[in-house]
């Protein structure tokens, strides 16, 4: 199979970004709750929006993952860097890319929540993450920061233990929707979940002041956890070596590719 070129490796990672950032912070400000003709609160709640951070995740590994192994996070591209799963020449332009999508993907949440009347990104919240009073539970800064390292070290243990050659072929995109789906279920009472610098991001310009103070947090938690992750995850579980480009694996990169890293 011929390579995919990096232009195209960064146009699935923005359609992939794109999807999962509007996906899970549309669920939020959108679809979590409603209120019916009769005033009826409705909506999807706790559960909804967590199936939805995993069937994004699902759904875009299985439809861009053979392109660009499905990223989708600056946190999953360094970790598998640092795991020597992926070149360190194209983490800077992932970066940016996944960046700008989730951006992009805010731009149009924000246009179509200004069409209902009242809405305000400041005032809502706007899906940002947070912690203290920005808190969905009351919960605290030591307490966010445990979490998105923890929660982020466990999403790229996940990951990466999907995507290895010991593991069966074909269900990695499945492991990992599911995977976010607990992690989701799991925390979002502490911060909003983030576990995805791309997505705190792709929000938090819009929210204004007290959201971009506190973003830092979803920024280095979920690098911190990554980095552990990358770092450790060949010791912990005996992995023979998984550095891109090495002969004696060849099928570990055209595993990545279709299975969603």
């Known amino acids: 199979m011929r390579e995919p070129s990096l232009?195209?490796?960064l146009g699935?990672?923005?359609?992939?970004?794109?999807?999962?950032?509007?996906?899970?912070?549309?669920?939020?400000i959108i679809a979590s709750e409603f209120l019916s003709?009769?005033?009826?609160?409705?909506?999807?709640?706790?559960?909804?929006?967590?199936?939805?951070?995993?069937?994004?995740?699902?759904v875009g590994a299985f439809a861009f993952g053979h392109v660009s192994g499905g990223h989708?996070?600056?946190?999953?591209?360094?970790?598998?860097?640092?795991?020597?799963?992926?070149?360190?020449?194209?983490?800077?332009?992932?970066?940016?890319t996944q960046v700008v999508a989730a951006t992009v993907a805010g731009?149009?949440?924000?246009?179509?929540?200004?069409g209902k009347p009242g809405f305000s990104a400041v005032e809502s919240g706007f899906a940002t993450n947070g912690y203290g009073d920005r808190s969905p539970g009351g919960y605290g800064l030591a307490a966010a920061l445990i979490t998105e390292i923890i929660l982020t070290a466990v999403f790229l243990y996940i990951i990466l233990g999907a995507t290895d050659d010991?593991?069966?072929k074909g269900f990695a995109p499945i492991a990992i929707g599911l995977g976010l789906t607990v992690i989701h279920l799991?925390?979002?009472?502490?911060?909003?979940?983030?576990?995805?610098?791309?997505?705190?991001?792709?929000?938090?310009?819009?929210?204004?002041?007290?959201?971009?103070?506190?973003?830092?947090?979803?920024?280095?938690?979920?690098?911190?956890?990554?980095?552990?992750?990358?770092?450790?995850?060949?010791?912990?579980?005996?992995?023979?070596?998984?550095?891109?480009g090495v002969a004696q694996n060849p099928e570990l990169e055209e595993r990545q590719r279709t299975a969603g890293i």
Do not use: H, M
Request: aromatic share 10%; hydrophobic share 55%.
């Open 107 to 114: 731009a149009v949440l924000l246009a179509i929540a200004s």
């Open 37 to 58: 003709k009769n005033d009826v609160q409705l909506g999807i709640g706790l559960l909804g929006i967590s199936l939805t951070a995993g069937f994004a995740v699902l």
């Open 166 to 168: 010991r593991a069966s």
């Open 186 to 244: 799991a925390s979002i009472p502490v911060d909003g979940t983030s576990v995805n610098p791309a997505r705190s991001l792709g929000v938090a310009w819009f929210a204004g002041g007290a959201a971009l103070a506190q973003v830092w947090l979803f920024i280095v938690g979920p690098i911190i956890g990554a980095a552990i992750a990358g770092a450790t995850y060949k010791f912990i579980t005996g992995a023979p070596s998984a550095e891109v």
């Open 7 to 9: 232009t195209a490796k």
């Open 12 to 28: 699935a990672e923005f359609l992939g970004t794109f999807l999962l950032v509007f996906g899970v912070c549309g669920s939020v």
């Open 72 to 96: 989708f996070n600056p946190a999953v591209s360094i970790g598998l860097a640092i795991a020597k799963r992926f070149e360190w020449k194209a983490v800077g332009p992932y970066i940016v």
